[in-house]
């Protein structure tokens, strides 16, 4: 393996749950007056913290989003995770190559703590992530494409940044992962390839992952 960590996205990498995620966005936001496609959705909040989705819609309309905005929209999330939330295609296979070759991973992602651990349970990826192995942007000031996070997560780890890699599916991970000095896979799975410029290697199979950090 040439490198001394793997660092996982959740959202779109390990659990299914963009197709769900940007539905419901783009639909909440259509009911509070801003017209939202699901297209928009994944264009323009994909990869994102909560904050950052606040600060597109004031820095475009100038309103704020309602106070409970947060809540009610994971509510919505949460409910559809328990019908329909699958892992991602291959994903429990890279983690168990992972773990038996003994290679550290971790996930770090843009969502909440309770959103990950909700994810991962319906999923049975729980079984892969305990507490020490999962950060949340809620844990630093800045999420992506800050490189905070990512940074976060080495350190964490015990890990330098430059012995780490990241798996991302979004544009605003990507630039994270760069920005802290990371190499970075890029999943097209959902995503165009034009727009995950500047990963280190792109691909569209998670099961081709293993082999491809070897």
Known sequence: MRYDLVIFDNDGVLVDSEPISNRLLA???TELG????????IRDYMGSA?????????????????????????????????REL?????????????????VPYCVASSG??????????????DRWFEEGRVFSSQDVGRGKPAPDLFLYAAERMG???ERCVVVEDSPLGVRAA???????????AMTPADRLAGATQLFSDMG????LLV
């Open 34 to 41: 801003h017209p939202t496609s699901y297209e928009d959705s």
């Open 159 to 161: 890990v330098a940044p």
């Open 86 to 102: 699958e892992p991602v295609a291959g994903a429990v296979g890279v983690l168990e190559k992972l773990a038996a070759d003994g």
């Open 208 to 211: 081709e992952l293993a082999g």
């Open 50 to 82: 909560m904050h950052r989705i606040h600060d597109l819609v004031r820095e475009r309309t100038g309103r704020r989003l309602p106070g409970d905005f947060d809540d009610v929209f994971h509510g919505r999330v949460f409910a559809a995770f328990e």
């Open 27 to 29: 639909g909440y936001l």
């Open 112 to 125: 909440s703590h309770e959103r990950i651990r909700v994810g991962h349970q319906k999923t049975g990826l």
């Open 178 to 188: 760069v920005s802290a000095g990371m190499d970075v896979y890029g999943f097209t």
